[in-house]
């Protein structure tokens, strides 16, 4: 006998479907939220803001939180002489008070030792007429360097050393870098605003007499600060 299969069907059972709500019922947001989401997105969002809300005849108060700040940069001014463009001198003249016959001993050869009597004539392009220049340092970054460089005067091939130049400051607030031309790196000045000024005076005095000529150089100053 062949094999059969048995198929069996389940009874048809009666499903009572349930209405259901509309999605867009489902999902609708309430009024209250939709309010307090557009006032968040009307604020911006770089500013601190508060919003304090009270009941009638309740006193309110509300804070918002704003930033300042002030950038001042670091200034540092140095003037020495007239200031300006034009760069101020000053100038020696030798002048012998009694010429060389004079000498005690007139048959004895001179060794370029300056006479017993011999005057210095200062000068200066600033009006002074004694070798003396103003110096003027302001600055609102506290204590600074003074310093500065430069060669041997010189006429050909002969120099005087800077040596021999000496320099001399009115105010011990603002010192020459040194006790002559030929400086050496100074501190001055104090934290916080510094405006300091003084008279810088420049002698020469050599203890032999170089040989004829113009002498010249040129030193520069630096002010400077760390």
């Known amino acids: 006998m062949a094999a059969r299969t048995l198929r069996t069907r389940s ?3 009666r499903v009572e479907r349930r209405s259901r709500p509309a999605r867009r019922d489902r999902y609708r947001p309430l009024p209250g939220i939709l309010v307090a989401l557009a006032a968040c997105l009307a604020m911006p969002s770089h500013a601190a803001s508060v919003i304090s809300v009270g009941g009638t005849g309740a006193a309110v108060s509300a804070q918002a939180r704003l930033g300042v700040s002030v950038r001042i940069p670091r200034i540092l001014y140095f ?26 001993v007139v048959d004895q050869p001179y060794g370029g030792a300056l006479p017993p009597r011999y005057a210095m004539i200062d000068g200066d392009s600033v009006g002074t007429s004694n070798g003396s220049l103003p110096v003027q340092v302001w600055t609102n970054n506290g204590s600074f360097v003074i310093d ?7 006429a050909g091939a002969n120099t005087i050393p800077l040596t021999d130049i000496s320099v001399r400051s009115s105010s011990g607030a603002l010192p020459h870098p040194g006790s002559s031309a030929s400086c050496t790196p100074t501190s001055a000045g104090h934290s916080g605003t510094n ?3 003084a008279n810088w005076r ?5 203890p032999t007499l ?3 000529g113009d002498y010249a150089t040129v030193l520069t100053y630096t002010v400077s600060q760390p």
């Open 202 to 206: 420049y002698r020469y005095r050599p």
């Open 148 to 154: 500065c460089t430069g060669a041997a005067l010189s």
């Open 210 to 212: 170089p040989p004829a």
């Open 79 to 104: 003037r020495i002489g007239s200031g300006g463009a034009a760069v101020d001198s000053v100038d020696f003249t030798v002048r012998l008070a009694n010429p060389l016959r004079r000498l005690d």
């Open 195 to 197: 405006a300091l000024s």
């Open 11 to 13: 009874p048809k059972r």
